[in-house]
């Protein structure tokens, strides 16, 4: 088992991938050559025909564009890869070019033949279909679709900077020179001193850079808003919660949710937490320390984590963890943060034929060894998705988040059920507290904020200082009055998914909360073959919404009450905790 993972599946070189560019760039042009203007006029019969050839297109971009992420979110500081990435992207914009034409043509055409296409589509084809129709009042002409592209390639450069920006900045502490994802691990460290100091310097080097930042991101939100307002999304999220099938009311009542259960879950949690550590407020820098009653903490080898996932995983499903296994077993993973590396967890999608990648910072806590689950829920779900197809494997950012944190949340409750001191046990339960409260009242408050940007930047270019008095309003609401966030307003352009993606985060937050229902039941047993229909969620790709798939389980995802019952879990947890720290603190 290497340390990092093997790119070689994918291409030998960026030369080859450079070359296969060219080529794809042929294929898309004579696609395009062949079938413009002609989509409206064909028979469903070869519809289906161009739509295989219009996936076969997709796999090999998507395989083009994926190889240059990878290799570049590896080498963040090596100037040929950056210039070999932005080509790709480049390149690939020309792909996209190429192509719009058929989506647009599809869309646009009043004679499509949809019920004779479901009978000859494969259903992950016919899926793809009918999630494109959902976007027919918000497609414009070809020719417009195409300016759109070319407009749209821009905002890579933006990302790029900020990347780049963020992978030069070094962060001293006591002498020594870190990177933002070494860093971050020192705001888990045992001493107060350390976390504080490596929480100072990363506030510090955020100051300096936040001018820079302002400006990236109001770029980046105007480009997206000249995009919305083209295509006449009724307000912000409008694109996204289309691609997620998710309504607005859905959407609104989730986050309203949230909000009503701010005080008794994560105002609640840090008041507990404040008081074990023996203080009316505990800082920023504290919020996920650990607690000064934990043992040594315990730190885990890679082959010790990978053990612990995999059984975990057995133990539920045997299916689902051998196809775990084959990420490990074939160098699918790139392990430990260096220079030149970002920071943060991802698995790479990758197409039909290439295993997806999942993309470490191990620092073998137990943190880890859950991130890693979560990262692998990810890869298995998309290694079974591919059953559907290049186009059917696509899924909604909601339905793949929930395949991750379910599979975390199976890790966490193996670990915690071998755990016999209470100590111990209160440290690790805590920790998933954190990382709950972390997935969904975190996000929302980012989600928040993304969404005040957005709503400013209409008015004109925002200003530094409203961003961070936004972002200080939304943190204090969810922290309460437990935690003192006073210095952190510069951390708001630390969130790389307010650069990368628009209204990506609430995702997260949704999932939480669909997979705290769904475990519930599988503890339960209430549910009869729950692992097989699991599985056969995850295979069916987004073939199925999350309201079609969920009433397998016998949940009405559309009662504003499945909300709040993803968060009792949260709040049973923090139960459990304050009776644990009463024999704590009594023994």
């Excluded at 070869?46 to 050839?53: D, F, P, Q, S, T």
């Excluded at 997260?508 to 969620?537: G, H, I, P, W």
């Excluded at 069916?540 to 993803?566: C, K, T």
Aim: with cysteine; net charge negative; charged share 25%.
């Amino acid at each position: 088992m290497k340390e990092n993972w093997d790119l070689s599946g994918v291409f030998t070189s960026p030369a080859q991938a450079q070359t296969a560019l060219q080529k794809l760039q042929k294929e898309c042009t004579a696609f395009c050559n062949r079938y413009q203007n002609k989509v409206r006029k064909l028979s469903a019969k070869r519809l289906a025909g161009c739509v295989k050839e219009y996936s076969e297109l997709c796999a090999q971009k998507d395989k083009i564009s994926s190889y240059a992420y990878l290799l570049h979110s590896t080498n963040l500081n090596d100037e040929t890869i950056s210039v070999f990435y932005q080509n790709i992207n480049d390149g690939i914009g020309e792909c996209d070019k190429s192509l719009i034409f058929f989506t647009t043509e599809i869309v646009n055409s009043n004679k499509l033949d949809v019920d004779t296409l479901k009978q000859i589509l494969s259903d992950g084809d016919f899926a793809w279909l009918k999630n494109l129709l959902r976007f027919k009042p918000y497609y414009l002409p070809v020719d417009m679709e195409k300016i759109f592209a070319d407009v749209n390639s821009i905002e890579d450069y933006w990302v790029r900077l900020y990347d780049e920006t963020r992978a030069k900045m070094v962060f001293s502490v006591r002498g020594e020179q870190y990177s933002e994802g070494q860093v971050l691990r020192l705001q888990m460290s045992e001493s107060s001193v350390t976390r504080h100091i490596a929480g100072e310097t990363m506030v510090d080097q955020y100051e300096q850079h936040k001018a820079l930042f302002t400006t990236v991101y109001n770029a980046l939100v105007r480009s997206r808003q000249i995009n919305f307002g083209w295509h006449h999304y009724e307000y912000p999220e409008h694109e996204a919660n289309l691609s997620n099938n998710i309504d607005k009311n859905d959407l609104d009542n989730l986050v309203s949710t949230i909000i009503a259960n701010h005080y008794n879950v994560p105002n609640r949690y840090y008041r507990l937490k404040a008081k074990m550590f023996k203080k009316a407020t505990i800082r920023y820098w504290d919020r996920n320390a650990p607690y000064p009653f934990a043992k040594e903490t315990k730190k885990y080898s890679i082959e010790e984590a990978k053990d612990i996932v995999l059984n975990a995983f057995a133990k539920f499903s045997e299916e689902f963890a051998e196809v775990a296994r084959k990420f490990f077993d074939e160098n699918m993973i790139d392990y430990y943060p260096y220079s030149g590396k970002d920071s943060g967890a991802y698995c790479m999608e990758m197409p039909v034929g290439c295993l997806p990648m999942v993309f470490l910072n191990f620092g073998g806590t137990a943190n880890d060894v859950m991130t890693m689950a979560h990262e692998l829920g990810h890869a298995v779900h998309e290694y079974l998705s591919k059953e559907q197809g290049e186009l059917g494997r696509a899924k909604s950012c909601a339905q793949a988040e929930t395949a991750s944190i379910f599979a975390e949340q199976l890790v966490f409750r193996s670990l915690l059920e071998k755990e016999t001191d209470k100590c111990s046990k209160y440290t690790l339960l805590a920790g998933h507290v954190e990382n709950m409260i972390n997935t969904s009242f975190r996000q929302i408050a980012f989600h928040r904020f993304e969404h005040f940007a957005h709503e400013q930047r209409a008015k004109g270019e925002f200003k530094t200082d409203e961003l961070e008095n936004a972002w200080m309003d939304f943190m204090g609401a969810y922290f309460g009055k437990n935690v003192d966030i006073s210095d952190i307003a510069p951390i708001w352009c630390s969130v790389p998914h307010f650069f990368h993606y628009s209204f990506y985060v609430y995702s997260y937050c949704f999932s939480s909360c669909v997979v705290n229902t769904l475990y519930e039941l599988y503890q339960s047993n209430m549910v009869e073959n729950f692992a097989d229909k699991y599985l056969r969620m995850l295979k069916m790709g987004g073939v199925e919404d999350y309201r079609v798939a969920l009433a397998h389980f016998g949940i009405d995802a559309s009662n504003p009450a499945f909300w709040q019952e993803g968060i009792n879990l949260m709040s049973k947890y923090i139960d459990e905790l304050e009776k644990l720290a009463e024999e704590i603190v009594n023994s």
